[in-house]
């Protein structure tokens, strides 16, 4: 069947600037991501040296700080940027988007000095970071985490299990988050751990139905010893830092959720276009262009709400309430995108031979992770009428 080639997004952007990164990064996704994703998918590769290349191209960095080796850019353009890269590839546009979680706290909260010593190669030296909340037995209630660190005279010694970590036993830092103090949310601080540090090593990662170039994994902290000048912020500060940077991660969900489903709907377009029967392409059949009509109006109206809540928070206002409405319909309409690919394609759509299917099957992470959309809606219905009875 001929290649119809997917039309690029007609975005708006803010400067010339943004118009040649978005350029750039169509560009590297065509030459270095897509030509490869299907085949790595499958054997599970994970592309580090391709993080490597976005890290040498500026990519890793994008919303924060030029002083610190990041690209100054808004969110709503860093956001657009991961949308592309997740068109491309679910593993790459999640990866950056997982590494700017990770960052998130030192560039938000640290001292100084510590964005001084650390911000430049994490955000432009090739170092991949990783993000440390959730555990075995705590993932939506976060605050009941049990991983402790404990003072010793200068230093923190860490331990404890964390679990569904992206990046997990291969991150350069990760940021973690740990008891220092009483049970609860305020007895939690955060902490820059090297990916290298004695006593600190990963589970063999989640054998996963999708994105499976992506290791997830626990991550096990036997005794860790990091120095007080590794703690972020301070001591009980770490889940409300913990919280904040879920508020911009979510935002990165919904963009990469975008990114699948216009991908799933480029690729139901070709077919339909192409696939001809009773005589005609079956996208003449009304039906089937009403699918494609929905289709398209839910990636338009998903890409409209996360820049606009990428837009409050660029204007410094409160964004909570509609990052979490962002990540809540985009994922939902990633799923409902990608199923509805999946019935265009008919039997090829259920093929390996068709990106539909693991268009599908990535889609449904995303309604899961940083946040399930269940805890999305608690966070809405939190914002509209108060905290509410349990």
Known sequence: MPDRAPQPVDRQLPTEEARDLISLVRDIAQQEIVPKAAEEEDAGRFPRELLTLLSRSGLLGLPYDSEYGG???PYEVYLQVLEELAAARLTVGLGVSVHSLASYALAAYGTK???VEHLPAMLGGGML?????????????????????VRDSDAWVITGTKAWITHGG?????????????????????FLVPGDAPGLSAAPPEKKMGMKGSPTAQVHFDGVRVGDDRRIGEEGQGLAIALSALDSGRLG???????VAQAALDEALAYATERRQFGKPIADFQGLRFMLAD????????????????????????FAQQ???AKLHCTDTAMRVTTDA???????????????ERYMREAKVLQIVEGTNQIQRMVIARHLVGPGGR
């Open 71 to 73: 690209g100054d850019q």
């Open 113 to 115: 000095e510590q964005q």
């Open 129 to 149: 970071g990783a993000y440390c909340l959730s555990e075995p037995h705590s993932g939506s209630d976060a605050a009941a985490l049990r991983t402790r660190a």
């Open 170 to 190: 291969i991150a350069d830092f990760y940021t973690v988050m740990a008891r220092t103090g009483e049970e609860g949310p305020r007895g939690i601080t955060a």
């Open 253 to 259: 969900i919904a963009a990469c959720a975008i990114g």
């Open 295 to 318: 289709m398209a109006t839910q990636i338009e109206a998903g890409r409209a709400l996360y820049l606009a809540a990428a837009r409050l928070r660029d204007a410094g206002r409160p």
């Open 323 to 325: 990052a979490a409405m």
């Open 342 to 356: 999946v019935q265009i394609l008919g039997g090829y759509g259920y093929t390996a031979d068709f990106p539909a």
